[in-house]
Structures are given as C-alpha cells and as structure tokens.
C-alpha cells in the first residue's frame, strides 16, 4: 500500500467555485503533513502545513484526521491562477524522521 | 539567489554518457534528497543523505551513485546514461525533523537521447 494516495483527477472548475481535494495516508505514525503546489514543469512549492486543529490561509483551508488518516485541502472562490497540481505530503515517525511521503498529485484546473 | 540550486538547468545527453547533477544550498540544512519526477509517476526518491557521512539508497538508486561533497552540497551521477532516465530531476533540503517540509532546487530537465 502507498504511504500516501491521492485521486489525481482532473479537477475542472469554474472560476469562483469551490472545491475540495482528499488524500489518505498508511502510517499511522505519520506526524508531520503538508500540502504542496506543482505548476507544470516546475519545482514543487510548500502551500501549507495541516495541523491538527485544522488551519486555514486566506481562501484555503486544511483539515486532518488522525482517526481516518486523511487529510483535506479545501480552496475557495478559486482563481485562475489556482490551477496547478496539489500534492499531499506527510512525514513518519522513525528512523527516517524528516523524510517526507508524497503522493502523486492531484490536478486543478480552473476556466473563466 | 536561491536557496537551493540546481545545475545544470537542462541537459541533452547521450546513451552510455556519464553525466552529473549537481546542487547546493544555503539553508543550512543537513538532510539533501534527489528526486526524479515522471508523468504520471510523481515523485520517487532515489537517494538522500541526513549528513555527510551518512548516504541512504531511496526507492529507485538502480544507475545512480552519489556525492556529498559538503552539507551544502549533493551532487547525482548517472553512471552509464539510458533514455528511461529521462525525466524531470529535483534536489531537496529538509532540517532535521522536517518539520517545516521540504525546499525543492528549481530542478533539472535531463533527456537522454
């Protein structure tokens, strides 16, 4: 099993909508999380941490949850320029400590 | 300048070529990782390194070796280039928990003809 799975879509909004991206993760020692952003062609960029309480930054917003061991990325009143592929990232507890786990991505595209 | 550099850029190599990628940073991290990224594949690691004594083999080392010359440097040699290393290749910094992510290099287009 992956350590981390994501849909990878497409995702194909119009602009203003709302949409929301999940992923799982297998290892329950999982400790840190992230949300990434890949535009194409290009390296991947931190968008976010996801912290237990939930958090949230301008119009995006990351859950957790350790019971299901899934995470969310919500984004709202998408933009144009939101169009990129989402990658979630998680970390695990161990000997590998500051290693990260990614999944494959997940793509947005957002029209006019 | 950047925090993490990559270089070369782009690089159209032969089959049998060695060829090097190099990358370094002024983060002052001590973990460094090389990536490879295919579509459809996303990211795989093929080695990283939490010191410079310290050099772990990832999911895909098969035709890659290594060099940490420097905390601040990690360099990735392809021994013997072959066109299924084509493919798009990122370095990584972390700190020591990671907590904080990575920071990726600006990667480096390599293509094996």
């Known amino acids: 099993r992956k350590e981390v799975e994501q849909d990878p879509g497409p995702f194909n909004v119009p602009e203003g909508a709302t949409v929301a991206f999940n992923c799982t993760y297998s290892?329950?020692?999982?400790?840190?999380f992230f949300w990434y952003r890949q535009d194409c062609r290009k390296e991947p960029k931190l968008l976010m941490s996801v912290y237990s309480s939930g958090n949230e930054d301008g119009r995006f917003t990351a859950q957790l949850n350790r019971a299901s061991q899934y995470i969310s990325l919500l984004i709202r009143d998408s933009k144009l320029s939101d169009s990129a592929t989402y990658l979630c990232v998680v970390n695990r507890r161990g000997s590998t400590l500051g290693r990260l786990y990614f999944g494959r991505g997940t793509q947005l595209t957002v029209w006019p | 300048d950047a925090d993490v550099t990559q270089t070369p850029r782009n690089r159209i190599t032969k089959t049998g070529k060695r060829i090097m990628l190099e990358c370094s940073q002024t983060?002052?991290?001590?973990?460094m990782y090389w990536y490879r990224q295919d579509p459809g594949l996303g990211l795989r690691l093929i080695y990283y390194?939490?010191?410079?004594?310290?050099?772990n083999k990832g999911e895909i080392s098969d035709g890659y070796s290594v060099s940490r010359q420097a905390q601040a440097k990690f360099s990735l040699s392809l021994e013997s280039a072959i066109p299924n290393q084509t493919a798009l290749y990122f370095c990584?910094?972390?700190?020591?928990?990671?907590?904080?992510?990575?920071?990726f290099g600006s990667g480096t287009r390599l293509t094996v003809v």
């Open positions: 290892n329950s020692a999982s400790q840190s």
């Open positions: 990584a910094t972390s700190d020591r928990g990671g907590i904080y992510g990575y920071t």
């Open positions: 983060k002052g991290h001590d973990r």
């Open positions: 390194s939490f010191d410079v004594k310290d050099i």
